[in-house]
């Protein structure tokens, strides 16, 4: 435990780690508002970070009575000891490099992940409110009414934990998954009997892929700036902002999947059919709802304002893929917009 303190200590002995950010939000957001995201420069209130420990998570007992499951969406594999911080309540994890197993303090790129993961978090919830209370308040703190009746079968979920981790279980960028509680509270809904699942979301970001290097993933193709620790650096200061906001959703229809005659239920549950782990997988589906998920940001964000025209012009590229892979789409364009929660152009009603 002394390494890790070590570690914590040199860490925060960076200067952008030096004051309290409750004491310079005003100079760090409001001043700025209007300024895009990559520019804010501002100090963490270091009391709100807890070092967790070099461990696994089931050392740290995170998960209570849930399990890694394929049921639902894909899960990302986060087993293993990692560096784990909290921080307002999002847990943050770090695979370490093989030397950082000796030291615990040689690897700047965490320093750098750290930071600006709780940075993204500040923005979201400084700049970006409603999408933040959407993604992270209100299904962490939920205000559920549980007598609501609108529920299709007898169950309802939210979330006890989002987890962001800092990994390559995968060939992309950002992937999230549920962990879904195996162990539900018996609530009434209604005149029913039914359940309450505190579910975990987890998100995952490839530490390689961000680094700019790769010339079709990652950084680079979004920002194609002269040096990958240029493309990297850019990626940190709006990218991952982007980027968690973008899972997020994805954990939202999730959690909002039982809702009668919603959207969010066609999309995720009712017969499974954007979830590449079920015998009826829809892959048209599955680039839909990517395409809703960038359009609903690409509104957001240019509505907003703040991300940079690079970042946007890229999803909406992505978008733009996702849609011409889809060779029936005004079929499915009519019986998606028979939802009340979608606009004419895709977006969720947000």
Do not use: C
């Not at 970070?49 to 986060?78: E, M």
């Not at 303090?105 to 992940?113: A, D, G, H, R, S």
């Not at 299904?139 to 309802?156: D, I, K, Q």
């Amino acid at each position: 435990m002394k390494k890790l303190s070590a570690f914590i200590l040199s860490l925060f002995s960076l200067t952008i780690f030096s004051q309290s950010l409750e004491l310079q939000q005003t100079r760090a957001v409001y001043k700025h508002l209007n300024a895009p995201v990559s520019s804010y420069v501002f100090d963490i209130d270091t009391s709100k970070i807890k070092a967790l420990g070099y461990k696994s998570l089931d050392s740290l007992n995170l998960y209570g009575n849930t399990k890694p499951t394929t049921i639902g969406r894909v899960i990302p594999n986060v087993k293993g000891k990692f560096y784990n911080f909290e921080y307002d309540g999002i847990f943050i994890l770090q695979t370490p490099s093989n030397a950082d197993l000796e030291t615990l303090n040689t690897n700047p790129q965490q320093n750098l992940e750290l930071y600006y993961t709780i940075r993204a978090l500040e923005i979201l919830k400084r700049r970006y409110g409603t999408l933040y209370a959407k993604l992270i308040q209100d299904v962490l703190y939920p205000s559920m009414e549980l007598a609501n009746t609108t529920h299709l079968n007898n169950w309802v979920n939210v979330f006890s934990k989002i987890v962001i981790s800092f990994n390559t279980v995968s060939n992309d960028v950002a992937i999230s998954g549920t962990y879904l509680d195996t162990a539900p509270t018996s609530i009434t809904i209604g005149n029913r009997d039914g359940f309450l699942y505190e579910n975990i979301a987890v998100v995952s970001i490839h530490p390689e892929l961000i680094k700019g290097t790769d010339p079709y993933k990652g950084a680079y193709p979004i920002y194609k700036l002269g040096t990958p620790e240029e493309n990297y650096m850019q990626f940190l200061k709006e990218g991952l902002l982007h980027a968690v906001a973008h899972e997020l959703i994805h954990r939202y229809i999730d959690i909002n999947n039982t809702k009668k005659g919603s959207i969010y239920n066609y999309i995720a549950f009712g017969n499974g059919r954007a979830n590449p782990y079920r015998s009826n997988y829809d892959k048209n589906l599955y680039n839909l709802e990517e395409a809703m998920l960038n359009q609903t940001l690409d509104v957001y964000f240019r509505t907003h304002g703040g991300l940079s025209a690079a970042l946007l012009e890229y999803y909406y590229k992505v978008q733009t893929d996702n849609l011409n892979a889809i060779p029936n789409l005004e079929a499915y364009k009519a019986t998606l917009l028979q939802y009340s929660g979608l606009n004419p152009d895709l977006s969720f009603k947000w």
